[in-house]
């Protein structure tokens, strides 16, 4: 048999894949992707602050146009607009002359600051602006000279490896540089003005980036399996009130698989799980109502199959017996009819005796025929027995209530203690005539202390009902006869209250119609006479 694993254990190994193979894809792709997107945003990240420090150099520029258009030509060529430089042919050539202000410097230092490069703005081989960051602008310089070897002349920065990456727009181009003495890497955007033939270096290290995303992953790494954990703990608390009302509706259903259909789910939410409880809740009330049917079908399936042998005989026995029985109060009204007749009593109080005979003998032939229809009745199969369920301790406790004027009468005193419901599967109606009869029996045959004791005892899937009088036992060659039609132990004693023989005759026909045990057994202060029912009705 496959080990049990709960929906609950499921759920937390279930959410813990998910979260372990979310983190493991995610180590995954920055592991592969991490580094090249760092890439782009860090060239992103350069264009962004190289159109700040473009900016910034057209607008000295067009500066320093305007400065030279309002100075005379004389001034403007000592002071800021002409400087004269030798060219290879030996001609002067003449360039604007820039200037940075400190404001445009201090806005290049929020730049640089900010996204964490350095840049570098020159003329002329001149610095015009370079970063703090930098221990001089000749480092920048020397990068310059790599890349441009004709703009800084009798310098080589031989310890640059230089690798263009691409050009952007045909404006600016970027470039991969590897110190081979630090042994870092940095990319680095280069830009040259025509106009003014300034040039702008802007560059970033690419170690950092580099070492976060080593780091990134690392901490990934950890933060995974704390987060693993957590997720697992959490959905193992959080899933408890999901499991709870599966939990609970699983109860139910093992109860129902034992037919056993008292308990019912609570809906408490309007979800699925409310659904299935509310589901639930009707099938086992139609299984119920199917059930009681279909045990009545099968009790009167079983009841045709015997009624057919037994008819024939029951039918012999019940008129052989009834003739028996009819034979003595019959003779008693002709006796005490004719008597009447005949005047042999003259005195008025003698015929109401007479008249009192004849009413007491025709009034228990009045029972008798009575108690033998209903006998007949359920003996033949006419009187279908109608299973459903009920309280057993409710039927005794109003048959005792219905007794209690001949319980008084008689000074006997009933223990009958059981408050407890006892839900039993029988004819209600039925069950009413077996409890009265062994009622009735008991009270009549109650000597000595004159005690009752009426017991509900649960034994197993049955509850047995017992009832106990005080008194003498049956004799032992007789308890096997009292169940028979017309059968009395003392004749002097049943005939003295007007007993037919037939009560326990019909307890017997009833318990047997509903195919369960029934008996009595002999204390040595009493009698106990009992049957039994299902609790539990199984098919």
């Not at 957590?230 to 899933?239: D, Y």
């Not at 024939?312 to 019940?318: L, S, V």
């Not at 003295?496 to 017997?508: A, N, T």
Request: glycine content about 4%.
């Amino acid at each position: 048999m496959k080990k049990k694993i709960s929906w609950r254990v499921k759920m937390v190994l279930l959410m813990l894949v998910a979260v372990v193979g979310a983190i493991a894809v995610t180590w995954v792709l920055n592991r592969t992707f991490l580094e090249d997107y760092y890439l782009y945003s860090k060239m992103n990240m350069l264009d962004s602050v190289f159109r700040e420090v473009r900016s910034v150099v057209l607008e000295a520029e067009e500066r320093a146009i305007e400065k030279e258009d309002s100075q005379p030509e004389e001034e403007s060529l000592k002071g800021f607009l002409i400087e004269e430089l030798e060219s290879s042919q030996g001609a002067g050539e003449q360039r604007i002359v820039l200037k940075l202000s400190d404001a445009q410097k201090l806005e290049l230092d929020v730049q640089a600051i900010r996204n964490d490069v350095s840049i570098l703005v020159a003329q002329n081989a001149q610095s015009l602006y370079y970063t703090s960051t930098n221990r001089s602008p000749d480092t920048m310089f020397y990068m310059l000279d790599r890349i441009m070897p004709d703009f800084y002349p009798g310098q080589k920065a031989e310890f640059n490896a230089y690798q263009k990456i691409k050009t952007v727009d045909n404006i600016y181009d970027i470039y991969e540089s590897y110190d081979m003495r630090t042994k870092t890497t940095s990319i680095e955007l280069v830009w040259t003005e025509p106009e003014s033939g300034a040039y702008v270096l802007i560059r970033t290290s690419l170690e950092s980036l580099q070492a976060n995303a080593d780091i990134a992953n690392k901490f990934l790494a950890y933060a995974g399996i704390v987060v693993a954990l957590l997720v697992s703990a959490g959905v193992f608390f959080a899933t408890k009130s999901f499991v709870r009302p599966v939990e609970e509706l699983s109860g139910i259903a093992k109860r129902m698989s034992n037919l056993d259909f008292n308990a019912k789910y609570e809906v408490r939410s309007n979800d699925e799980i409310g659904e299935l409880g509310h589901s639930i809740n009707l099938l086992s009330e139609k299984l119920e109502d199917t059930i009681s049917d279909l045990k009545s079908a099968n009790n009167q399936l079983q009841r045709d199959i015997e009624q057919k042998v037994q008819v024939d005989e029951m039918r012999k026995e019940f008129l052989s017996n009834v003739t028996h029985e009819l034979k003595t109060p019959i003779a008693l009204i002709q006796g005490y009819a004719e008597g009447l007749k005949d005047n042999i009593s003259e005195d008025a109080e003698s015929r109401e005796f007479y008249c009192d005979v004849i009413i007491d003998e025709a009034s228990k032939m009045n029972k008798m025929v009575k108690k033998l229809l209903t006998l007949n009745q359920i003996e033949s199969g006419n009187d279908m027995v109608e299973l459903e369920r009920f309280d057993i301790t409710a039927l005794i406790k109003s048959v005792l209530e219905s007794s209690e004027i001949l319980i008084k009468q008689k000074d006997i005193r009933v223990q009958f203690e059981y408050t407890e419901p006892a839900e039993v599967w029988a004819d209600e109606y039925m069950m009413e005539e077996v409890v009265t009869n062994y009622l009735t029996n008991a009270i009549h045959h109650a000597a000595m202390e004159k005690v009752i004791d009426i017991r509900v005892i649960h034994q197993g899937k049955n509850v047995r009902v017992s009832v106990f009088n005080t008194g003498s036992p049956i004799p032992e060659e007789d308890i096997d006869k009292i169940w028979i039609k017309f059968y009395k132990v003392d004749k002097a004693r049943t005939r003295e209250y007007g007993g037919s023989g037939i009560g326990l005759s019909i307890v017997k026909a009833i318990m047997e119609s509903h195919n369960q045990p029934f008996g009595v057994i002999n204390h040595s202060n009493g009698v106990e006479f009992w049957f039994e029912l299902e609790a539990n009705i199984e098919i």
